[in-house]
Structures are given as C-alpha cells and as structure tokens.
C-alpha cells in the first residue's frame, strides 16, 4: 500500500460521503456537516492514534482542542482525555487547490474540483474552530486567489471556494488549460513568509521529480506541507469497455485508445506514478496522502490531524 493511502469506508461515514455533499447548497454548511460527521465519528475509530509524550491528563471538555484528545488512552479506557502540556501558538494554517482543467475530471461521483473544494472548505472550517489562522491559494498556471491567513478570513476563503466551482476553462484553447505546480507554488512560497502549515490539494497531473521540485521550497521555507493526492477511481482502475478516443483536459489532445489493450499497462503505469510521488515527498519530510474521491472526507481531516502532529514532533 502507498504511505499515506486509505481504503475503505468507517463508521458514520455516511455523514461525509462525497456525492451526499455535492447536494448541499452552502459550502460552510459543506464544511460544517464534515466536520460534525468526523466529531461524531471520533468514538468509532479507536485505532487512529496519536503519540506525543506527556506528563498529565484531564477529562475532555466541550470545546477542548481536539489536538489534545490523546487517543492512545481512549483506545484503552474508551474515554476522551487531553493532555496537560503547554499549548502551541495558533498557526497558519493555508491550502493550495490546483484548479486547472484536469481536476475537473469525475466519472462516478463528483469531479476532482469539487472534492477538492469540500476537503478545503472543511480543512480551513476546522482549523478556524480551533483558533488558527486560515489561508487560501487556488491555481492552475499561476495563483487565480489569494485569500492571505487571517483569524478573520474564513468567510473570504469560502467565498473562493464557490468561485473556483465555476468551470474557468470552459471554452478555452487547449494550451490555457493546462496546470502547471511550480510557478504557482514559487509565488505562494514567497507570499507564505511566516512559518505555517501548508496543505496541497491537486490531482499532481506532471511527472514526479516536477511535482517534488515544485513542492520542495514550501519546505525549505519551514512549512509544515501536507500534499492530499486526489484522483477518479477510473484514473487508477481505467475501467473502460469500449474503443473510443480520449481527450487530455489540459492539452487537449485526443488519442484513440483499445482500453482492454491497455488497461494493465495503464494500472502499473499509475501504480509506478504514485509511488514515485510518496517516496520523494516523503523523503524531502513532505507528508503524502492518496485519496480517490469516493472516500468520505472524514479519512481526509483524520489524515491532516495525524500528519500535523507528526510533522511537529520531527520539527
């Protein structure tokens, strides 16, 4: 299995699933279901631990940081305690959602944009309930929004989000499709000048030395990176039956393609890709997560709580 990836659904996750969220009016009222669903799904899912050392515990209190939930003991006595230990400065917390042409790709359930906009929408909802400071990038060849990390600038987030819901590529020449990581990524590094957190949010459409070399200087930087690799479940599985042409959404180009004739060079091909992506983020202390987007969300604020707390502890 790819470091980072999650398979499978939990308990409660109905609460989360995606094509359920692609019915709801509001974006916050997106987020807020998420979240809420991922709270209530927190008793469910004893297994996901976490490992900081401490001195002391208390009981859980309604509004308590659930960064202090230490899930080592409530696997054991089923029972929510928080660490007693000093607490962090509230961080900024930004993500970055490409959302060039391609991420507008979805088979079964919902495009790759839109997914993306929900795990957004719900990462910078639960950041702010915890007092952080929440930013927004959205790009594809470069920055299209920038919303900078603010305790005050959910609501503008937000209202980026249901921007980027709009098609942009509509209509254009093929070569304006196109994403691109690195030009978009160099001017976030030089805007993020204050050490935060950084969560990319991309379907990571380019080869796997450009995307580490693109993502690489967020890092040097001193961020905290946490990369969320979105795909279609027919990108990976390519379950298509019949001879047909298929289009490239960012270049624009059309191959006829035999899929039967294909498909398991296709799936390794895939397979090899991923694993490319994990081994040099992971290697240049990059946090990587797969997700297709079938996976409830709650798999997703999981993952970020997790990797953020792991990212602090190698600090």
């Known amino acids: 299995m790819v470091a980072g990836e999650q398979r499978g659904t939990m308990k409660g996750a109905q609460f989360v699933d995606p094509k359920v969220l ?4 509001s974006l916050e009222f997106v987020a807020r279901s998420v979240v809420d669903g991922f709270i209530n799904g927190l008793h469910r899912a004893p297994h996901l631990g976490f490992s900081l050392d401490f001195a002391e515990h208390r009981g859980y209190e309604p509004g308590d940081d659930l960064r202090r939930v230490d899930w080592r003991v409530y696997a054991r ?13 509230n961080a900024n917390v930004v993500v970055l959602l490409d959302v060039s ?37 959205t790009f594809d060849r470069g920055v299209v929004d920038y919303v900078p990390p603010s305790a005050k600038h959910l609501d503008f987030a937000l209202f980026a989000l249901d921007r980027a819901g709009q098609d ?42 450009a995307v580490a070399e693109a993502i690489r200087p967020l890092r040097f930087r001193g961020h905290d990176v946490i990369v969320f690799h979105l795909l279609d479940p027919a990108e990976r599985e390519f379950p298509f039956e019949e001879a047909s042409s298929f289009e490239d959404l960012e270049s624009g180009e059309r191959l006829p393609v035999v899929p039967e004739a294909l498909r398991a060079e296709y799936q390794a091909l895939v397979q090899r890709h991923i694993e490319a992506l994990g081994r040099l ?32 502890r190698v600090r």
């Open 101 to 137: 042409a391609s991420m507008r790709f979805g088979s079964r359930g919902i495009p790759k944009i839109d997914y993306g906009r929900y795990l957004a929408a719900s990462l910078l909802y639960f950041s702010h309930t915890q007092r952080d400071r929440v930013g927004l990038i």
């Open 22 to 25: 692609a019915r709801l009016d």
């Open 281 to 312: 983020l992971v290697d240049s202390r990059i946090d990587y997560a797969l997700f297709d987007t079938s996976v409830p969300l709650d798999f997703a604020l999981f993952r970020y709580l997790s990797a953020r707390e792991r990212l602090r």
């Open 77 to 89: 006595t089923d029972r929510f305690y928080v660490k007693q230990f000093e607490a962090d400065s």
């Open 168 to 209: 942009r590529h509509a209509g254009a020449p093929a070569g304006a499709r196109q994403g691109l990581l690195k030009p978009p990524l160099l001017t976030a590094t030089e805007r993020l000048r204050r050490r935060g957190i950084v969560v990319v949010v991309s379907d990571l459409y380019e080869e796997p030395e």
